[in-house]
Nanobody
């Protein structure tokens, strides 16, 4: 089954850090742009960051440098390093893969992405 699998979520105290991973299953990410999104209960999905197939990165302004997206093409993985976490960062975090960087940057309905993962829960609480 072709899918994306996120990992690395968990419970962290305010001010702490987490690194999320996005791994493909059944295919490779070589020619795909990747985006990270999150959705908290009762809130709309937010786009966080995206990275092109050749490593150009884009971020939502509200993150103010706290998150960093990266990819390791040798390992076929994409990461989201999250620092200075706040309780309002609590959400389910998803990665998406698509050959069209633009729809990852601008956002689109989930079913328009080539692949969209099931997500990993991040909880920021003391």
């Amino acid at each position: 089954q072709l899918q994306l699998v996120e990992s690395g979520g968990g419970l962290v105290q305010p001010g702490g850090s987490l690194r999320l991973s996005c791994a493909p299953s059944g295919f490779t990410l070589d020619n795909y742009a990747i985006g990270w999104f999150r959705q908290a209960p009762g809130k709309e999905r937010e786009g966080l960051a995206s990275i092109s197939s050749d490593g150009n990165t884009y971020y939502a302004d509200f993150l103010k440098g706290r998150f960093t997206i990266s990819r390791d093409n040798a390992k076929g993985m994409v990461y989201l390093q999250m620092n200075s976490l706040k309780p309002e960062d609590t959400a389910v975090y998803h990665c998406a893969a698509d050959r069209r960087l633009e729809i990852l940057r601008l956002g689109a309905p989930i079913d328009e992405y080539d692949y969209y993962g099931q997500g990993t829960q991040v909880t920021v609480s003391s």
